[in-house]
């Protein structure tokens, strides 16, 4: 049961990094900490 709640956690991550890197350049989004994230997925 840990074991699936650990992979479903980390799929909802996987999930919501991928959704917010396709929406950024998508909506022309800016904030200041978006360079440091954008190269923490690289």
Known sequence: MRLSLTRNFGLLLLAIWLILTGLVPLLSLSFSGL??????GR
């Open 35 to 40: 360079r440091v994230l954008r190269s923490l």
